[in-house]
């Protein structure tokens, strides 16, 4: 069998319509027909029902279309890494990061490779950074960047940039008087945090820590999944939070947030890649570009 004949098998399965299929792939139907057919005959097995004008996949093409978009995955896999050894006037780069540097870190950057590269296909998905993690081990994306605490044995990281995080409360909070807060006064109001397995969520708990105070200890009233949703909690008066300064900054300017004065050390955004795999030219180029190798 031939990668063609499985583009065509895959293709009619996902159709269930030869002749769309053979128009998807711009061949001609009769074309199509004949691969289908030599497919057939030559392991002696009928692949698809033939039904009027219909058409769908027999029991053995069930169990048979995993497995050839299982190889054409690996082809095209394949054809990546040969584009790759040219230049990079073309190819894909696959970036997973977590919210906070994919809004507001992160995008300056690919515009910028973007600019350099303009044949690359850029792809960011956003996730939390357990989430990213994962995506970079299983090779789901080429690079990763988070802003949490990640030990993995098959990643290598790399810091690419300092953050802040900042307690802010909504202008009625008791804190948003201005007065010094002590570690001590954190438990006394409900809070507003984002998910387990968020960097922000992970940062400000080891800084809790630090702190001597057990997390467990701060009355968690709303738990969301995304910094603009903690925002306008806060800001409808849910309780108190830590956001990155950059989150925070809009609703800092227009008066629907206040920072409460309790200071939180920096946090530092990471380069995630996996230590084993092939790392492409377009991953080495977005890594050259922010950390400025």
């Given at each position: 069998?031939?990668?063609?004949?499985?583009?065509?098998?895959?293709?009619?399965?996902?159709?269930?319509?030869?002749?769309?299929?053979?128009?998807?792939?711009?061949?001609?139907?009769?074309?199509?027909?004949?691969?289908?057919?030599?497919?057939?005959?030559?392991?002696?097995?009928?692949?698809?029902?033939?039904?009027?004008?219909?058409?769908?996949?027999?029991?053995?093409?069930?169990?048979?279309?995993?497995?050839?978009?299982?190889?054409?995955?690996?082809?095209?896999?394949?054809?990546?890494?040969?584009?790759?050894?040219?230049?990079?006037?073309?190819?894909?780069?696959?970036?997973?990061?977590?919210?906070?540097?994919?809004?507001?870190?992160?995008?300056?950057?690919?515009?910028?490779?973007?600019?350099?590269?303009?044949?690359?296909?850029?792809?960011?998905?956003?996730?939390?950074?357990?989430?990213?993690?994962?995506?970079?081990?299983?090779?789901?994306?080429?690079?990763?960047?988070?802003?949490?605490?990640?030990?993995?044995?098959?990643?290598?990281?790399?810091?690419?940039?300092?953050?802040?995080?900042?307690?802010?409360?909504?202008?009625?909070?008791?804190?948003?008087?201005?007065?010094?807060?002590?570690?001590?006064?954190?438990?006394?109001?409900?809070?507003?945090?984002?998910?387990?397995?968020?960097?922000?969520?992970?940062?400000?708990?080891?800084?809790?820590?630090?702190?001597?105070?057990?997390?467990?200890?701060?009355?968690?009233?709303?738990?969301?999944?995304?910094?603009?949703?903690?925002?306008?909690?806060?800001?409808?008066?849910?309780?108190?939070?830590?956001?990155?300064?950059?989150?925070?900054?809009?609703?800092?300017?227009?008066?629907?947030?206040?920072?409460?004065?309790?200071a939180l050390p920096d946090r530092a955004f990471h380069l995630l890649r996996h230590r084993d795999?092939?790392?492409?030219?377009?991953?080495?180029?977005?890594?050259?570009?922010?950390?400025?190798?």
């Open positions: 069998m031939t990668l063609e004949q499985l583009r065509i098998f895959v293709a009619v399965a996902e159709e269930e319509h030869v002749t769309r299929a053979a128009a998807r792939l711009g061949i001609t139907q009769s074309a199509a027909s004949a691969a289908l057919a030599a497919l057939e005959g030559r392991h002696d097995v009928v692949l698809f029902h033939r039904v009027g004008r219909g058409i769908r996949l027999s029991e053995e093409g069930r169990v048979f279309v995993e497995e050839a978009r299982a190889v054409l995955a690996r082809a095209a896999a394949a054809q990546a890494v040969l584009d790759d050894l040219g230049t990079l006037a073309r190819g894909r780069l696959t970036v997973q990061a977590s919210q906070t540097i994919a809004g507001y870190w992160l995008p300056r950057h690919l515009v910028a490779l973007r600019r350099r590269h303009p044949g690359l296909d850029i792809r960011l998905t956003i996730g939390n950074t357990a989430q990213v993690a994962a995506a970079v081990a299983a090779g789901e994306a080429d690079v990763g960047f988070v802003e949490g605490a990640v030990e993995h044995p098959v990643l290598d990281r790399v810091e690419v940039a300092r953050d802040r995080l900042i307690v802010v409360v909504a202008p009625d909070h008791p804190w948003a008087d201005g007065r010094p807060l002590d570690p001590a006064d954190l438990p006394a109001s409900p809070w507003v945090l984002r998910e387990s397995g968020s960097g922000t969520r992970s940062e400000f708990e080891r800084d809790l820590v630090g702190f001597g105070l057990d997390p467990a200890a701060l009355p968690v009233a709303l738990e969301l999944p995304s910094n603009e949703a903690v925002r306008a909690a806060v800001e409808a008066g849910a309780g108190a939070t830590a956001l990155s300064a950059s989150v925070a900054a809009g609703s800092l300017e227009a008066g629907l947030l206040c920072r409460a004065e309790i795999r092939h790392r492409s030219r377009a991953a080495l180029a977005l890594a050259a570009l922010v950390t400025g190798n």
